[in-house]
């Protein structure tokens, strides 16, 4: 069902009843018309009909001039006219009744038009025979006279009516469009914009709708800086959680398994030549302790990313892309770091570091890609950008998405179904205050460009 905005809704009803009120006015003009026509119809046939009673005429009159005069009367009579017949119809031109005058509209005369009336009397000619005579009601100069009392009447209640409509109609669509903006803020709200531009209320009612969406602008705006520092706090834990058992783990199992590996080497050379079996294993127990320490070290590598502090950011994502490089043989990885070390907080780095580690994960289990590209460069106006794109297959239909705002309204409701990489990505650079654009085609890759303005980097 089409839903059709009130202001729409208010001014069909009133334009409607403004209808109804003209009809009625109309209504009441062609009644009054209607009226005056039959008045006159009904007293000038009532005095035709006086004239021609028994008193006035006696049936049995013998007199021949009472003919010619009473049709000369009657012709004279307004709204009565005498039809002819014989010689004397060919004599005059005059219609009876006569005809109605052009300028008057048909469903005027349709409304205001009387039965037609007629009077019969037989009365004597000079050659002393008697003639019947009918003498008819003629409404045409009345219909006529009513129309031009009714005519300005109708013009000026169209006009009223009209200009009443446009009145009402503008002033709904002035009163109520507030609402519209109203609206459009609540939009703007609803994608991240929690100071959308508020129309002046022009009534108290609207100053409280305003006055309750600023409040609601201003509480999601607390909740959000609320949200952001939890979720900062919570990543700067697990960062250290992550440090911390990096550590341990490095102290600990990286030192048991090099006294593993020592006691191993001791045992090899002991034994030696002497027993060429247990030697075998003691070799055999050395390469996995080997293959254990690598394990570790990836472990340790992913936990807490080696270089970060001593060499900075660009380096440390160079040897990133280098790892996957010998990981992936299939794929040609293009680098293009311009920056060395990122200044600002330390977590700037570590985390634009986990948004292409993440990127670059992805990109080997689920892109398919034949090309891929990192780049790290500042742009004129001294923010940072980091750009992670591949030639792959794309995000699935149901995550495709572009611009930032977009990616942060679909992403977060439905994080079960994005994954946590991609969310985890979103919500570490709303942390540092960056956008990130997440752009993606089918069959044309995947673009993931973070931008960190210059002010945050100082
Ligand atoms: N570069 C890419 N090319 C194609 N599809 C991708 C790419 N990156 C992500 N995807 C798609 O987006 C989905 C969500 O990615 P996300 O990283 O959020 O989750 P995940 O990788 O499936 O799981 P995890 O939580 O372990 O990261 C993936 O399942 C994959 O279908
Ligand atoms: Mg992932």
Redesign the pocket.
């Known amino acids: 069902m089409t839903r059709v905005d009130l202001k729409t809704r208010l001014s069909l009803f009133i334009g409607l009843l403004l209808g109804v009120v003209l009809l009625l006015a109309v209504y009441a003009v062609l009644g009054n018309s209607k009226r005056a026509v039959q008045g006159e119809i009904d007293a000038v046939m009532r005095l035709a009909g006086n004239l021609l009673d028994d008193k006035a005429i006696p049936a049995e009159t013998t007199d021949q001039t009472v003919l010619p005069v009473l049709i000369s009367v009657f012709d004279h009579t307004r709204h009565l006219c005498v039809e002819r017949s014989g010689a004397n119809a060919a004599a005059s031109a005059r219609l009876c009744p006569a005809a109605i005058d052009d300028r008057v509209p048909d469903w005027f005369i349709a409304h205001v038009t009387t039965a037609p009336r007629a009077l019969r009397v037989e009365l004597p000619t000079v050659d002393g025979h008697r003639q019947p005579v009918v003498i008819h009601s003629d409404p045409a100069d009345e219909i006529l006279e009513a129309w031009d009392e009714a005519r300005p009447l109708l013009l000026l209640i169209v006009a009223i009516g009209f200009l009443t409509n446009a009145i009402v109609v503008f002033s709904v669509w002035r009163a109520l469009k507030p609402i519209d903006l109203i609206r459009d803020a609540l939009g703007r709200i609803g994608r991240g914009d929690l100071h959308p531009g508020l129309p002046k209320a022009t009534t108290p009612e609207l100053r409280t709708i305003i006055d309750g969406v600023v409040e609601l602008g201003l509480s999601l705006e607390q909740a959000r800086s609320d949200n952001q520092r939890l979720l900062r706090h919570s990543l700067e834990v697990q960062e250290r959680e992550r440090r911390s058992i990096a550590r341990e783990l490095h102290d600990e199992i990286g030192q048991s398994l090099a006294a593993m590996d020592a006691e191993a080497a001791l045992l090899h050379q002991r034994v030696g030549a002497t027993a060429p079996e247990l030697s075998a294993r003691t070799q055999g127990i050395r390469s996995g302790i080997a293959t254990l320490y690598d394990g570790l070290h990836l472990l340790l590598a992913r936990l807490r990313p080696a270089g970060l502090d001593e060499f900075g950011l660009g380096p440390t994502l160079e040897s990133l892309v280098a790892d996957w490089s010998g990981r992936c043989p299939q794929i040609r990885f293009e680098v293009r770091i311009d920056v060395e070390r990122v200044a600002g907080e330390a977590l700037v780095q570590v985390y634009l570091y986990r948004i292409a580690q ?2 670059l ?3 080997a ?3 398919r ?1 034949r090309r891929v590209s990192v780049m790290l460069c500042r742009d004129v106006d001294g923010a940072l950008h980091l750009r992670i794109s ?1 030639d ?5 239909a149901d ?1 495709r998405f572009s611009g930032d705002t977009e990616a942060r309204r679909r992403a977060k409701p439905d994080g079960d179904r ?6 985890g990505m979103i919500e570490r650079a709303e942390t540092l205050g960056a956008t990130l654009r997440i752009d ?1 085609l089918p069959g044309e ?2 673009t993931i460009s973070v931008r960190l303005p210059q002010q945050l980097l100082l």
């Open positions: 993440e990127a994960v992805n990109i289990r689920h892109a890609a591949d792959g297959c794309g995000l699935p995550l994005v994954g946590l990489g991609l969310l993606s890759g995947t």
